[in-house]
């Protein structure tokens, strides 16, 4: 593999990492407030669905991504009633919501678009155009660190850019701001934060609205952005990896970053070596595809030691008894 | 600190720190509060003593905005004050320490201290305004503590004292402890009472609810009694005294006599030699005791709550692991961390009523068969089946008993969570008397339960003592002591503080032992 191979490699991992990345910090927010949320993969799916749908129909890709937020908000509001005012089983909404998602995205999109369930083709101003970043030609004669910057770094659409500032930020959010605090506090014991003279619910809520607008550049991203359209279950267990990573990551947003771009990678590899041969053995290529969830089960299986939820999750907060 | 807490005096300075008027509060159908009304003066110690489920906790978080009063007023330095939620009881004035902290055990000590109370959004401003705040607390105070430490890492006593920085953080000058001492080891409550009379000494009030007596006599200037939700008495320390309190908490209601001859021991039954007992807490909550039980008689063990009775009944039980021995009619029973089981007791003949009905007793799910074979589900094999069980013959025998110990409605297939209290408490006995049992071990059986359904159970627990059963009893309640017990053991503080026979002492002298105040060994 030569050095250009890798750095296309790379390339591609950040690509496919960003939806991850979106998704894990918005699986973060939310369990960190002490509210499990398996429904990432659902409003990841109907933002997708809503920002190619709505880019289509207006021309205007930032409309599509406003929309698909929107939408993935109004699911993420949905889990919080359920879980937060309802005191409902939080996994059970979170399935219910998954479904919902895929369901209404088939049977919306057949009924405006007429394509078996698929939004139009976009056409290159109606989707995310690649940035190429600045000093390009300045650095391009810098050996090594000049074709990683043009050809990894430079050259993808803005919300890649987004999702990489969005860790920084969340890691400043987290723990550097009174917010953060009071999210870390929620999550591990609301009754601490109730005696404190704080809302437990409102506090959960807006944990449930940062999540619904991450989940939502997630999914514009994957339909405006990697992809040039909407396709049926396009999201296919990406929320689910997210939330594994999430696991790994041990709910903190840095190293959150590192193991989405490990699966991201994972994923480029498995689609750059379809037809591998190790020592004379084709590997073939649906081994390279499973192995983000083989990785996934040896590392919580053992390697990465004790991986402790936030302590209240998963439990609706009750005060009187 | 102490300045501002002069201030808020001079602007009224006859007012009573906290005035609370006929406070009502209910839960469902459980009143927890009815009609109580109190007054604090400022600058004092005020201990509420009263027995687990009394209401003082609900009093007291009411107090602090936690729960809403249903009816009542508050008033706070003679203004009346609504405190519909816990920011109100900060604005107030008003802190709390919980029986259960409420700090996050993965954050520092000083996050905990100002999590609710940042005046900045960026955390760092906040912390640092708050880091020496938090040392000229500790300094004037004597409240040293690591800002940095992580909260779990400390031990419970400094858990105890990060609440107590955290109150005075919010300029709290009222302070309200919920069982403070219930964690602590006894030079660390020490310490804490020296904490206490420092902060009144500032002028600030203090609210300490407890059931230990001799705290309160030694740190409290006036004292409260609450029982079933209701104040019975509110007096200056000095001029009471333990026994009379104990009295007070446990009740000296009209209760009929039920009729009994009077005992005819036989030979020893129920063995007991320097048992002693890990709590949950993981302190040693009994502590070497040694007590016997005859044949045909029901020996009685009086105590305040959450003096060892509990860990007690459980090691009996075979549902907590012991050391020491105990004998049932003759034979060993390993009672030792491998061994112990419930099983092995109700082979040798011992039955067991628990305390909790709800916890231990049943399960609120089931229905009342189910409940008839929990703990004896081996005895209902089907013939020659080791798997399957005899279902029909089960529900046959629990219709049978139901009828037997008044269980109503008399509906084997009834949830027991359907039934009302009493008649919960009498399936559970239905079941534990209802095999013969040569020893039976009842704790408060009485507990919570209506009088028609006590008279019952007393008679139930009578006629089981005349068939020749070896019966102790655990009770809270003076009252059912005396009325039923042949022999009674006082326990203080996980041992066997005296032993009577009951026709010869009274509640005065049993309530001096209860309080601790005679300590008199009886072996």
Same mark, same amino acid.
């Given at each position: 593999?030569?050095?250009? @191979?890798?750095?296309?490699?790379?390339?591609?991992?950040?690509?496919?990492?960003?939806?991850?990345?979106? &998704?894990?910090?918005?699986?973060?927010?939310?369990?960190?407030?002490?509210?499990?949320?398996?429904?990432?993969?659902?409003?990841?799916?109907?933002?997708?669905?809503?920002?190619?749908?709505?880019?289509?129909?207006?021309?205007?890709?930032?409309?599509?991504?406003?929309?698909?937020?929107?939408?993935?908000?109004?699911?993420?509001?949905?889990?919080?009633?359920?879980?937060? @005012?309802?005191?409902?089983?939080?996994?059970?909404?979170?399935?219910?919501?998954?479904?919902?998602?895929? #369901?209404?995205?088939?049977?919306?999109?057949?009924?405006?678009?007429?394509?078996? #369930?698929?939004?139009?083709?976009?056409?290159?101003?109606?989707?995310?155009?690649?940035?190429?970043?600045?000093?390009?030609?300045?650095?391009?004669?810098?050996?090594?660190?000049?074709?990683?910057?043009?050809? @990894?770094?430079?050259?993808?659409?803005?919300?890649?850019?987004?999702?990489?500032?969005?860790?920084?930020?969340?890691?400043?959010?987290?723990?550097?701001?009174?917010?953060?605090?009071?999210?870390?506090?929620?999550?591990?014991?609301?009754?601490?934060?109730?005696?404190?003279?704080?809302?437990?619910?409102?506090?959960?809520?807006?944990?449930?609205?940062?999540?619904?607008?991450?989940?939502?550049?997630?999914?514009?991203?994957?339909?405006?952005?990697?992809? #040039?359209?909407?396709?049926?279950?396009? @999201?296919?267990?990406?929320?689910?990896?997210?939330? &594994?990573?999430?696991?790994?990551?041990?709910?903190?947003?840095?190293?959150?970053?590192?193991?989405?771009?490990?699966?991201?990678?994972?994923?480029?590899?498995?689609?750059?070596?379809?037809?591998?041969?190790?020592?004379?053995?084709?590997?073939?290529?649906?081994?390279?595809?499973?192995?983000?969830?083989?990785?996934?089960?040896?590392?919580?299986?053992?390697?990465?030691?004790?991986?402790?939820?936030?302590?209240? #999750?998963?439990?609706?907060?009750?005060?009187?008894? | 600190?102490?300045?501002?807490?002069?201030?808020?005096?001079?602007?009224?300075?006859?007012?009573?720190?906290?005035?609370?008027?006929?406070?009502?509060?209910?839960?469902?159908?459980?009143?927890?509060?009815?009609?109580?009304?109190? /007054? $604090?003066?400022?600058?004092?110690?005020?201990?509420?003593?009263?027995?687990?489920?009394?209401?003082?906790?609900?009093?007291?978080? $009411?107090?602090?905005?936690?729960?809403?009063?249903?009816?009542?007023?508050?008033?706070?330095?003679?203004?009346?004050?609504?405190?519909?939620?816990?920011?109100?009881?900060?604005?107030?004035?008003?802190?709390?320490?919980?029986?259960?902290?409420?700090?996050?055990?993965?954050?520092?000590?000083?996050?905990?201290?100002?999590?609710?109370?940042?005046?900045?959004?960026?955390?760092?401003?906040?912390?640092?305004?708050?880091?020496?705040?938090?040392?000229?607390?500790? *300094?004037?105070?004597?409240?040293?503590?690591?800002?940095?430490?992580?909260?779990?890492?400390?031990?419970?006593?400094?858990?105890?004292?990060?609440?107590?920085?955290?109150?005075?953080?919010?300029?709290?000058?009222?302070?309200?402890?919920?069982?403070?001492?219930?964690?602590?080891?006894?030079?660390?409550?020490?310490?804490?009472?020296?904490?206490?009379?420092?902060?009144?000494?500032?002028?600030?009030?203090?609210?300490?609810?407890?059931?230990?007596?001799?705290?309160?006599?030694?740190?409290?200037? /006036?004292?409260?009694?609450?029982?079933?939700?209701?104040?019975?008495?509110?007096?200056?320390?000095?001029?009471?005294?333990?026994?009379?309190?104990?009295?007070?908490?446990?009740?000296?209601?009209?209760?009929?006599?039920? +009729?009994?001859?009077?005992?005819?021991?036989?030979?020893?039954?129920?063995?007991?030699? =320097?048992?002693?007992?890990?709590?949950?807490?993981?302190?040693?909550?009994?502590?070497?005791?040694?007590?016997?039980?005859?044949?045909?008689?029901?020996?009685?063990?009086?105590?305040? /709550?959450?003096?060892?009775?509990?860990?007690?009944?459980?090691?009996?039980?075979?549902?907590?692991?012991?050391?020491?021995?105990? *004998?049932?009619?003759?034979?060993?029973?390993?009672?030792?961390?491998?061994?112990?089981?419930?099983?092995?007791?109700?082979?040798?003949?011992? +039955?067991?009523?628990?305390?909790?009905?709800?916890?231990?007793?049943?399960?609120?799910?089931?229905?009342?068969?189910?409940?008839?074979?929990?703990?004896?589900?081996?005895?209902?094999? *089907?013939?020659?089946?080791?798997?399957?069980?005899?279902?029909?013959?089960?529900?046959?025998?629990?219709?049978?008993?139901?009828?037997?110990?008044?269980?109503?409605?008399?509906?084997?297939?009834?949830?027991?969570?359907?039934?009302?209290?009493?008649?919960?408490?009498?399936?559970?006995?239905?079941?534990?008397?209802?095999? +013969?049992?040569?020893?039976?071990?009842?704790?408060?059986?009485?507990?919570?339960? =209506?009088?028609? +359904?006590?008279?019952?159970?007393?008679?139930?627990?009578?006629?089981?003592?005349?068939?020749?059963?070896?019966?102790?009893?655990?009770?809270?309640?003076?009252?059912?002591?005396?009325?039923?017990?042949?022999?009674?053991?006082?326990?203080?503080?996980?041992?066997?503080?005296?032993?009577?026979?009951?026709?010869?002492?009274?509640? /005065?002298?049993?309530?001096?032992?209860?309080?601790?105040?005679?300590?008199?060994?009886?072996?």
């Amino acid at each position: 593999m030569d050095y250009t @191979t890798l750095l296309q490699l790379l390339d591609s991992t950040l690509r496919l990492a960003t939806p991850l990345v979106f &998704a894990c910090l918005a699986g973060l927010y939310a369990e960190r407030s002490g509210i499990f949320d398996i429904g990432l993969e659902g409003k990841m799916l109907i933002s997708a669905f809503f920002a190619a749908g709505t880019a289509a129909g207006t021309g205007s890709v930032w409309i599509g991504m406003a929309a698909g937020i929107a939408a993935s908000s109004s699911l993420a509001l949905l889990h919080g009633v359920a879980s937060i @005012t309802f005191r409902g089983n939080q996994l059970v909404s979170g399935i219910a919501i998954n479904f919902l998602a895929s #369901g209404a995205t088939a049977l919306i999109g057949q009924n405006w678009f007429r394509l078996g #369930g698929q939004t139009p083709l976009l056409d290159r101003d109606s989707r995310f155009s690649q940035i190429e970043l600045p000093f390009a030609d300045a650095v391009s004669s810098i050996p090594v660190i000049g074709p990683f910057y043009i050809e @990894t770094l430079s050259g993808h659409s803005i919300l890649v850019y987004c999702a990489l500032v969005a860790v920084p930020t969340t890691w400043w959010l987290l723990y550097r701001t009174r917010f953060g605090l009071r999210l870390r506090a929620v999550g591990e014991n609301p009754e601490a934060v109730d005696v404190g003279g704080i809302s437990v619910a409102f506090l959960r809520y807006r944990a449930m609205l940062i999540c619904g607008l991450l989940c939502g550049m997630g999914g514009a991203y994957l339909s405006t952005g990697l992809a #040039g359209g909407f396709i049926r279950d396009m @999201t296919a267990g990406k929320g689910f990896i997210a939330l &594994a990573a999430l696991i790994f990551a041990k709910w903190q947003p840095v190293p959150a970053l590192y193991t989405c771009l490990l699966f991201g990678f994972l994923e480029a590899a498995s689609i750059r070596f379809q037809n591998l041969e190790i020592a004379g053995i084709a590997i073939p290529v649906q081994l390279m595809q499973v192995l983000p969830y083989i990785l996934t089960v040896i590392l919580l299986a053992g390697f990465m030691g004790r991986a402790v939820p936030p302590r209240a #999750g998963g439990t609706p907060y009750v005060k009187e008894r | 600190m102490a300045a501002e807490a002069i201030d808020t005096a001079s602007r009224k300075p006859a007012a009573p720190a906290i005035e609370l008027r006929n406070i009502t509060k209910s839960f469902g159908s459980i009143r927890a509060n009815r009609n109580v009304s109190l /007054t $604090i003066e400022r600058g004092t110690i005020h201990g509420i003593v009263g027995e687990n489920g009394a209401g003082k906790s609900t009093l007291m978080s $009411i107090l602090y905005g936690f729960y809403r009063a249903d009816e009542g007023e508050v008033r706070i330095h003679g203004i009346p004050t609504p405190i519909p939620d816990t920011r109100s009881a900060i604005r107030a004035g008003i802190g709390m320490v919980h029986q259960h902290f409420k700090l996050v055990h993965n954050l520092s000590v000083l996050e905990n201290i100002v999590l609710g109370a940042e005046d900045d959004f960026i955390l760092e401003r906040s912390l640092t305004r708050a880091r020496s705040l938090l040392l000229d607390l500790a *300094r004037d105070h004597q409240l040293e503590i690591d800002p940095d430490a992580i909260v779990e890492k400390l031990s419970v006593g400094l858990q105890q004292r990060v609440e107590i920085l955290k109150a005075l953080f919010r300029r709290a000058d009222i302070l309200i402890l919920d069982e403070p001492t219930g964690v602590l080891a006894p030079s660390e409550a020490e310490r804490l009472f020296a904490i206490l009379r420092g902060l009144k000494n500032e002028g600030r009030t203090i609210v300490m609810i407890t059931h230990k007596l001799h705290e309160v006599m030694a740190v409290t200037d /006036t004292v409260s009694v609450m029982r079933r939700g209701e104040m019975v008495t509110t007096c200056r320390t000095c001029e009471t005294d333990a026994g009379k309190l104990a009295e007070f908490m446990v009740g000296r209601k009209a209760l009929f006599r039920v +009729a009994r001859d009077s005992a005819e021991p036989g030979e020893r039954v129920l063995d007991i030699q =320097d048992l002693s007992v890990v709590g949950r807490r993981g302190n040693e909550a009994v502590r070497r005791v040694s007590l016997c039980v005859h044949r045909g008689e029901i020996a009685g063990i009086a105590g305040v /709550t959450d003096n060892g009775q509990a860990e007690l009944l459980e090691a009996l039980g075979g549902i907590r692991p012991a050391t020491g021995t105990i *004998r049932i009619a003759g034979r060993e029973i390993d009672c030792s961390r491998r061994a112990a089981s419930a099983r092995s007791m109700h082979e040798a003949g011992l +039955a067991h009523v628990p305390e909790d009905r709800q916890q231990l007793g049943l399960v609120l799910d089931f229905r009342a068969w189910e409940n008839m074979a929990l703990g004896y589900q081996h005895r209902f094999r *089907r013939p020659r089946s080791r798997l399957l069980m005899d279902i029909s013959a089960l529900q046959d025998l629990t219709a049978d008993r139901m009828r037997r110990f008044d269980v109503r409605p008399t509906n084997p297939s009834i949830l027991a969570g359907r039934l009302s209290g009493g008649n919960q408490q009498k399936l559970v006995v239905a079941r534990e008397f209802g095999n +013969a049992p040569s020893v039976l071990v009842v704790g408060q059986p009485t507990r919570g339960v =209506d009088i028609g +359904a006590i008279e019952f159970i007393h008679r139930q627990i009578v006629a089981l003592r005349d068939a020749g059963a070896a019966i102790l009893l655990v009770s809270m309640d003076l009252d059912e002591i005396l009325a039923l017990t042949d022999r009674v053991a006082v326990m203080f503080d996980g041992r066997i503080v005296g032993e009577r026979i009951t026709a010869e002492t009274d509640a /005065t002298e049993l309530g001096l032992m209860m309080a601790g105040v005679v300590t008199e060994s009886l072996q």
